[in-house]
């Protein structure tokens, strides 16, 4: 069974950067579309980035020039380097890994707050 930990969350003031990390256990990883969500209370989980297996991206339009979604098939990881970060990117982010047709499985969340 896949198993999916985020890393890298925390509280950062507006303007800052944080790198969020999720590490994916089976051998699945390389040929799987891997995508960053976030959710805040209330609200939808909405997509904020996704990366096919060939490196492909694909960014929500509000963090488009911010972002960026990347990944190592080596070590299992996709990462989220994120910049100019706003009080309005405040929320849980979670890491998806998905097959589509076949699988789909979730991180279990990492806060990342941002301060005004």
């Known amino acids: 069974q896949v198993q999916l930990v985020e890393s890298g969350g925390g509280l950062v003031q507006a303007g800052g950067s944080l790198r969020l990390s999720c590490a994916a256990s089976?051998?699945?990883?390389?040929?799987?579309?891997m995508r960053w969500y976030r959710q805040v209370p209330g609200k939808q989980r909405e997509l904020v980035a996704g990366i096919s297996r060939g490196g492909s991206t694909n960014y929500a339009d509000s963090v488009k020039g911010r972002f960026t979604i990347s990944r190592d098939n080596a070590k299992n990881t996709v990462y989220l380097q994120m910049n100019t970060l706003k009080p309005e990117d405040t929320a849980v982010y979670y890491c998806?890994?998905?097959?589509?047709?076949?699988?789909?499985?979730w991180g279990q969340g990492t806060q990342v707050t941002v301060s005004s």
């Open positions: 089976g051998s699945i990883f390389s040929i799987s579309l």
């Open positions: 998806n890994q998905n097959l589509p047709g076949l699988y789909d499985a």
